[in-house]
């Protein structure tokens, strides 16, 4: 597919090539549009007009139509995964587990899914009843507020509980002490504790006269008659009462008849419970917990609360509720439900055999995935020198990716505080990496997703993404990059390892056009061999002079070839030598020995003619104008600038670029691949040619 973007941040054009069901490496320097590629198609296949976010800052005051970013080309793309920096930013480790999402992650897979759907189809009847029975969750809400009613104590029973305020010191209204009967249809109404909290707040007014402070008639008596309601009845007491009443009323007929006849004549209670009513009333909490405990336990039934029983058919039976041994919630209502789940029981129980083998086949494949991912992941951890390693373990009917370290042995908690950048990186590509195999995506992005990690773990990466069991091969994922190694490793050094084969090509930006240039395994070459090349196919001979000289560096030869190279490059009419820490002149034989050995690679090397063309300004001005590449124009106006800008930022990457360092041992030919970013020649065109600009 041709990708195609348009005025999008720094980039107004780009065609870039990209195939499918393979690793797609594109090697370009910072600030060529990386990640607003990345960007511009995410926003893109949104289709929710966010890409105008990336409108450069050039069109945003036209507001011109045909300038509005734009992406196409991505037709048979619906959905991609970027790795980059906002992904690691949002990466979460958990308090104790090393990597957030890990079951949906690691354990979750298709075949996981599909087990699970032939475990539930078994035990559906049981699904069912509890799904459609909007009777048994009622059921479920009120069992757990009465016991909850009775508060949080080892004795079963709280004197802080709802039970206690309600009815533990006796039911006053159904009871209306003597003097208040002229209360009882307030006290006895639905409203009766707001009706309470209106009259408890209007009392604490009285004192300000001896009229009444809800009807101002002067009367004492009155007042005297309200203050006593406020002393026998509080608002919070009565809620707790009403809530008593009505959660026993709600579950009135699937309590037995004589346990509905004792539970109405303790909520009736004038003298508060005594001790054997409260022994009753904890018989009453301790069956309505097991039946309650019971509903809760098949509601939520799953393969997990299955898989450690030794006999399925036991864990099955032991489920079944007998209302023989709940004899105070043993009702017609009650076995009405019953009978429901227990026969729902009996279905799966016709079918154990093949219950137990699905749930066998799954055990044994999360064991297998476990296994399998953890190895993946422990493996890359050690070829690339990291000192941890993951565990999986069950807890809480999930399983939990747990970090340990090598020299510990305990689990590591709370990952963020133990891990460097580099390591959080590592584990979040491996997260992403299993991401892309769950969700699948059309696409993948990684935007420099190995340039931070150190030489020996790059390839250590790239190996567990596109060559693991469980890597990213044969997915159409686009690499961005500025570090050169991975296509070294991949398109050069190792590409046999690597199928299907990945392509690499080189992107360069210039005046907002971005263009790629395919790099293919003899585009990659010794610096030597590049040296040698280019001096034969060079025109410009201040360019060929920095090639032969760059060539005797990397041979290690700082003989007389080199020292008389860089002479010329220096301006110098007398060639000298570096000797004992001093500089002194070149003898005529040393400069014919060096002059001769030069020729073998530059036949037309004359020092006393080139050092009269390297210090003519016009004759440089016109070298570097008429350079074919960027890399060129550098070695010709460091050779003009005698090695001087006013620029330090300029002029560290001049001296970079001049010098050997080991990336120039295997590299890109400068001559095809434009390796030096533009905006260091436009400094350089405006230093050279300042009028003209």
Same mark, same amino acid.
Request: aromatic share 8%; glycine share 4%; net charge negative.
């Given at each position: 597919?041709?990708?195609?973007?348009?005025?999008? !941040?720094?980039?107004?054009?780009?065609? *870039?090539?990209?195939?499918?069901?393979?690793?797609?490496?594109?090697?370009?320097?910072?600030?060529?549009?990386?990640? %607003?590629?990345?960007?511009?198609?995410?926003?893109?296949?949104?289709?929710?007009?966010?890409?105008?976010?990336?409108?450069?800052?050039?069109?945003?005051?036209?507001?011109?139509?045909?300038?509005?970013?734009?992406?196409?080309?991505?037709?048979?793309?619906?959905?991609?995964? +970027?790795?980059?920096?906002?992904?690691? =930013?949002?990466?979460?480790?958990?308090?104790?587990?090393?990597?957030? !999402?890990?079951?949906?992650?690691?354990?979750?897979?298709?075949?996981?899914?599909?087990? +699970?759907?032939?475990?539930?189809?078994?035990?559906?009847?049981?699904?069912?009843?509890?799904?459609?029975?909007?009777?048994?969750?009622?059921?479920?809400?009120?069992?757990?507020?009465?016991?909850?009613?009775?508060?949080? &104590?080892?004795?079963?029973?709280?004197?802080?509980?709802?039970?206690?305020?309600?009815?533990?010191?006796?039911?006053?209204?159904?009871?209306? @002490?003597?003097?208040?009967?002229?209360?009882?249809?307030?006290?006895? =109404? @639905?409203?009766?504790?707001?009706?309470?909290?209106?009259?408890?707040?209007? !009392?604490?007014?009285?004192?300000?006269?001896?009229?009444?402070?809800?009807?101002?008639?002067?009367?004492?008596?009155?007042?005297?008659?309200?203050?006593?309601?406020?002393?026998?009845?509080?608002?919070?007491? $009565?809620?707790?009462?009403?809530?008593?009443?009505?959660?026993?009323?709600?579950?009135?007929?699937?309590?037995?008849?004589?346990?509905?006849?004792?539970?109405?004549?303790?909520?009736?209670?004038?003298?508060?419970?005594?001790?054997?009513?409260?022994?009753?009333?904890?018989?009453?909490?301790?069956?309505?917990?097991?039946? #309650?405990?019971?509903?809760?336990?098949?509601?939520?039934?799953?393969?997990?609360?299955?898989?450690?029983?030794?006999?399925?058919?036991?864990? +099955?039976?032991?489920?079944? $509720?007998?209302?023989?041994?709940?004899?105070?919630?043993?009702? +017609?209502? %009650?076995?009405?439900?019953?009978?429901?789940?227990?026969?729902?029981?009996?279905?799966?129980?016709?079918?154990?055999?093949?219950?137990?083998?699905?749930?066998?086949?799954?055990?044994?494949?999360?064991?297998?995935?476990?296994?399998?991912?953890?190895?993946?992941?422990?493996?890359?951890?050690? =070829?690339?020198?990291?000192?941890?390693?993951?565990?999986?373990?069950?807890?809480?009917?999930?399983?939990?990716?747990?970090?340990?370290?090598?020299?510990?042995?305990?689990?590591?908690?709370?990952?963020?505080?133990?891990?460097?950048?580099?390591?959080?990186?590592?584990?979040?590509?491996?997260?992403?990496?299993?991401?892309?195999?769950?969700?699948?995506?059309?696409?993948?992005?990684?935007?420099?997703?190995?340039?931070?990690?150190?030489?020996?773990?790059?390839?250590?990466?790239?190996?567990?993404?596109?060559?693991?069991?469980?890597?990213?091969?044969?997915?159409?994922?686009?690499?961005?990059?500025?570090?050169?190694?991975? *296509? /070294?490793?991949?398109?050069?050094?190792?590409?046999?390892?690597?199928?299907?084969?990945?392509?690499?090509?080189?992107?360069?930006?210039?005046?907002?056009?971005?263009?790629?240039?395919? $790099?293919?395994?003899?585009?990659?070459?010794?610096?030597?061999?590049?040296?040698?090349?280019?001096?034969?196919?060079?025109?410009?001979?201040?360019?060929?002079?920095?090639?032969?000289?760059?060539?005797?560096?990397?041979?290690?030869?700082?003989?007389?070839?080199?020292?008389?190279?860089?002479?010329?490059?220096?301006?110098?009419?007398?060639? /000298?030598?570096?000797?004992?820490?001093?500089?002194?002149?070149?003898?005529?034989?040393?400069?014919?020995?060096?002059?001769?050995?030069?020729?073998?690679?530059? @036949?037309?090397?004359?020092?006393?003619?080139?050092?009269?063309?390297?210090?003519?300004? &016009?004759?440089?001005?016109?070298?570097?104008?008429?350079?074919? !590449?960027?890399?060129?124009?550098?070695?010709?106006? #460091?050779?003009?600038?005698?090695?001087? %800008?006013?620029?330090?930022?300029?002029?560290?990457? $001049?001296?970079? %670029?001049?010098?050997?360092?080991?990336?120039?041992?295997?590299?890109?030919?400068?001559?095809?691949?434009?390796?030096?970013?533009?905006?260091?020649?436009?400094?350089?065109?405006? /230093?050279? &040619?300042?009028?003209?600009?």
């Amino acid at each position: 597919m041709i990708l195609e973007i348009n005025n999008c !941040n720094n980039i107004d054009d780009g065609r *870039i090539s990209i195939e499918k069901h393979k690793l797609n490496i594109k090697y370009a320097m910072n600030g060529t549009g990386k990640s %607003t590629i990345a960007r511009a198609i995410e926003l893109h296949l949104r289709g929710d007009g966010s890409i105008k976010e990336l409108t450069p800052f050039k069109m945003k005051e036209s507001g011109a139509k045909d300038h509005e970013p734009r992406v196409a080309g991505l037709d048979d793309v619906k959905d991609i995964a +970027i790795f980059n920096d906002e992904y690691i =930013s949002k990466f979460a480790f958990k308090q104790d587990e090393v990597l957030a !999402n890990s079951f949906e992650i690691f354990v979750k897979t298709a075949d996981y899914e599909k087990q +699970i759907n032939a475990i539930e189809g078994i035990i559906t009847t049981i699904k069912e009843t509890f799904r459609d029975s909007k009777e048994i969750d009622q059921v479920i809400s009120d069992l757990t507020t009465l016991i909850e009613s009775f508060g949080k &104590s080892k004795s079963g029973y709280s004197e802080a509980g709802a039970l206690a305020k309600g009815i533990g010191k006796g039911n006053k209204v159904s009871n209306i @002490p003597v003097g208040l009967e002229s209360y009882t249809a307030y006290l006895q =109404s @639905p409203q009766n504790s707001k009706w309470l909290k209106w009259l408890m707040d209007g !009392n604490t007014y009285s004192s300000l006269s001896d009229n009444c402070p809800y009807c101002t008639s002067p009367t004492k008596d009155k007042k005297d008659v309200i203050s006593k309601v406020s002393k026998e009845f509080d608002a919070k007491s $009565i809620e707790h009462l009403n809530k008593i009443i009505a959660v026993l009323d709600s579950l009135g007929k699937y309590f037995s008849t004589d346990a509905n006849d004792k539970l109405r004549a303790l909520t009736n209670n004038v003298n508060g419970l005594s001790k054997e009513q409260l022994t009753y009333l904890l018989l009453i909490k301790e069956q309505a917990d097991t039946l #309650r405990l019971r509903m809760i336990d098949l509601k939520g039934m799953t393969y997990f609360s299955m898989k450690e029983a030794e006999k399925v058919s036991d864990f +099955i039976m032991k489920l079944k $509720i007998d209302l023989n041994f709940l004899p105070d919630l043993n009702s +017609i209502s %009650t076995r009405g439900l019953v009978d429901q789940i227990n026969n729902s029981l009996d279905n799966v129980l016709s079918q154990i055999g093949v219950l137990q083998g699905e749930i066998a086949k799954q055990t044994h494949l999360i064991t297998k995935t476990i296994d399998a991912n953890k190895g993946d992941i422990n493996n890359f951890l050690k =070829s690339a020198g990291y000192r941890y390693y993951v565990d999986v373990e069950y807890a809480n009917e999930s399983y939990k990716m747990r970090l340990r370290h090598a020299d510990f042995s305990k689990p590591v908690e709370n990952g963020n505080q133990h891990l460097s950048y580099g390591e959080k990186n590592a584990f979040s590509l491996v997260l992403f990496m299993f991401e892309c195999l769950s969700k699948n995506p059309d696409m993948i992005i990684l935007d420099d997703p190995i340039s931070s990690f150190d030489r020996n773990k790059k390839y250590a990466v790239m190996d567990m993404l596109f060559r693991g069991r469980r890597g990213l091969r044969n997915r159409t994922v686009l690499m961005m990059t500025h570090d050169l190694e991975p *296509i /070294i490793d991949v398109i050069y050094t190792l590409h046999r390892q690597f199928q299907p084969h990945p392509v690499a090509a080189f992107m360069n930006i210039n005046a907002g056009i971005v263009t790629e240039t395919p $790099i293919a395994r003899e585009d990659l070459s010794t610096f030597g061999k590049i040296c040698d090349d280019n001096i034969q196919s060079s025109t410009n001979d201040v360019a060929k002079l920095v090639y032969l000289r760059r060539y005797f560096e990397v041979q290690n030869n700082k003989g007389l070839p080199y020292e008389l190279i860089s002479n010329l490059l220096h301006k110098r009419a007398s060639p /000298i030598k570096r000797e004992n820490d001093e500089d002194i002149p070149m003898t005529i034989a040393e400069i014919n020995a060096g002059a001769e050995e030069i020729k073998e690679r530059m @036949p037309s090397f004359d020092y006393a003619q080139l050092f009269n063309a390297i210090s003519d300004e &016009s004759y440089l001005t016109r070298a570097y104008n008429e350079a074919e !590449n960027n890399y060129e124009k550098l070695q010709v106006f #460091r050779v003009l600038r005698e090695g001087s %800008t006013a620029n330090d930022v300029i002029q560290k990457f $001049i001296n970079e %670029t001049f010098h050997i360092e080991n990336e120039y041992i295997m590299q890109l030919n400068p001559r095809k691949y434009e390796l030096v970013p533009s905006f260091i020649i436009d400094e350089c065109n405006q /230093i050279v &040619s300042p009028s003209e600009l």
